[in-house]
């Protein structure tokens, strides 16, 4: 079995910060991408940033210059640091990473439960 927790959400004034986390558990054998979606109420689910295991990072254009994402490759963990978000941030956070499971040839994404992220005005 494999388990991604997610932590860290909340509510949060605009302009002020939040970081969340994701631990990956279970019988892994390697992670390649890590990433974090959102899903607004009414919504489609959205790409928010993804890291690749060395490190090499991708953001949605809306949160460039106050999202940042980091990993740690030991601890099999992804985070993201929202800096100054808005309201329109606004929405449950769910972390992915795309993984090998022991006894498997390949790789397949795995979803956490998510965390909900309120950001007041």
């Known amino acids: 079995q494999v388990q991604l927790v997610e932590s860290g959400g909340g509510l949060v004034q605009a302009g002020g910060s939040l970081r969340l986390s994701c631990a990956a558990s279970?019988?892994?054998?390697?992670?390649?991408?890590m990433g974090w979606y959102r899903q607004a109420p009414g919504k489609q689910r959205e790409l928010v940033a993804d890291?690749?295991?060395?490190?090499?990072?991708n953001y949605a254009d809306s949160v460039k210059g106050r999202f940042t994402i980091s990993r740690d490759n030991a601890k099999r963990s992804v985070f993201l640091q929202m800096n100054s978000p808005k309201p329109e941030d606004t929405a449950t956070y769910y972390c992915?990473?795309?993984?090998?499971?022991?006894?498997?040839?390949?790789?397949?994404?795995?979803w956490g439960q998510g965390t909900q992220v309120t950001v007041s005005s």
């Open positions: 992915l990473a795309n993984l090998r499971r022991t006894g498997y040839p390949i790789s397949f994404d795995y």
């Open positions: 279970g019988s892994i054998v390697s992670i390649n991408k």
């Open positions: 890291i690749t295991y060395d490190g090499n990072t």
